[in-house]
């Protein structure tokens, strides 16, 4: 009998009719383990997503949980060192694995990942990026940096892309600060960064969205007002960078936002009145998925954030107040539901995300600790 890893395994088995699981379970010890595991019963409901929160405590812990199913002890938790306000932990997730930045210097001049695949309990350490970094300490909340994780079909592997500006400047002039651009790819895999000559046209920030084998960002803001309307993209295949105009939205008032929409790449703009939701195609057009009216909610909506497709009907799950309220739109209906979820409230962020259980195509090179 074939022996797979585990995240083969747990792969196979949540695709089985459930009179199969119960065959199944004599056949061995981790088959018997996993189905027996309250969080695989999570997952295996009919391949819908599942609800995933991420808790940020007093920037020294990072705890991780289910929001269906049987509720226990987190997935799993661990401690990670803020840089500054805007510095985000997770950065990016495809196929069911999620990339996270536990770990920043800033001084030493170095950055730390890990990608976590939550369906496993198991999370795996890249290696150090050993950047030298000029930043001044009035600089650090300032987001300089972009990442993302995405799969190479041609190679049947994971990467993870790092973009960073070295420097800051006061200057406008794009050619002086493309000069200090740099762009990092980990192979997983390998045990080491390689550096590549491209580098993207314009500064970007934050999480980099996977979809039709690319990784998407926002122009870094307040950069570059004659193209910042455009998303820059970086193609997992050719290591290459590129620009795609994105859907029009008024000059003010407004928050735009990337949502990761398993394999698609969503546009959320929250406006005055209306929250949009368009979706990216594979020939670079925009289609509206969804919109509505947010002026009669009451409390107002704050720090809106968008976690993706809440089910197999394309719902959309967001969150306001830093994850304090949990939002679901029906798309057939029109309705907007309040979520109650049991994240704990005092915590300074409650990030919520849309698991997907698929972990595809996984190189058996690539081995979570």
């Not at 797979?4 to 018997?32: G, H, N």
């Not at 200090?180 to 080491?192: A, D, I």
């Amino acid at each position: 009998m074939a022996v797979f890893p585990p995240e083969i395994t747990l792969e196979i088995l949540s695709r089985l009719p459930v009179k199969s699981l119960a065959r199944f379970r004599c056949v061995r010890k981790l088959w018997l383990k996993c189905i027996n595991d309250p969080y695989f019963h999570t997952i295996h409901i009919k391949e819908e997503l599942t609800p995933m929160m991420l808790e940020l405590f007093s920037n020294i812990q990072c705890k991780i949980s289910f929001l269906q199913g049987v509720q226990k002890e987190p997935v799993f938790d661990f401690c990670y060192i803020q840089a500054g306000y805007y510095q985000k932990v997770v950065l990016g997730s495809c196929n069911g694995l999620i990339l996270v930045c536990y770990n920043e210097f800033r001084s030493r001049g170095y950055f730390l990942f890990a990608v976590i695949n939550p369906l496993s309990k198991k999370r795996h350490d890249l290696p150090p990026t050993h950047i030298n970094i000029t930043y001044r300490s009035v600089d650090s909340y300032i987001p300089r940096e972009a990442a993302g994780i995405g799969f190479d079909e041609s190679t049947n592997t994971f990467k993870t892309v790092f973009v960073i500006l070295k420097k800051r400047f006061e200057s406008q002039d794009i050619d002086v600060v493309r000069k200090h651009l740099c762009t990092l790819v980990h192979h997983q895999g390998t045990n080491s960064w390689r550096e590549i000559a491209q580098i993207p046209a314009y500064p970007i920030s934050g999480e980099g969205v996977y979809g039709h084998g690319r990784l998407h960002w926002l122009i870094r803001p307040f950069d570059w007002h004659e193209d910042g309307r455009k998303l820059v993209w970086f193609d997992m295949k050719t290591e290459e960078f590129g620009l795609t105009e994105r859907p029009p939205t008024p000059r003010f008032g407004y928050r735009i936002q990337l949502v990761d929409l398993n394999d698609e790449v969503g546009f959320a703009y929250v406006g005055i009145e209306r929250i949009e939701l368009g979706i990216l195609k594979q020939d670079s057009s925009w289609v509206l998925h969804c919109w509505f009216d947010h002026q009669n909610i009451t409390p107002p909506l704050t720090n809106v954030a968008f976690s993706g497709y809440w089910n197999k009907a394309r719902d959309i799950a967001f969150t306001s107040d830093r994850g304090k309220r949990l939002f679901v739109y029906t798309l057939k209906t029109g309705d907007l539901r309040l979520i109650d979820h049991p994240g704990d409230h005092m915590c300074e962020l409650a990030h919520i995300r849309m698991f997907q259980s698929k972990v595809r195509d996984i190189n058996t090179r690539f081995k979570l600790n």
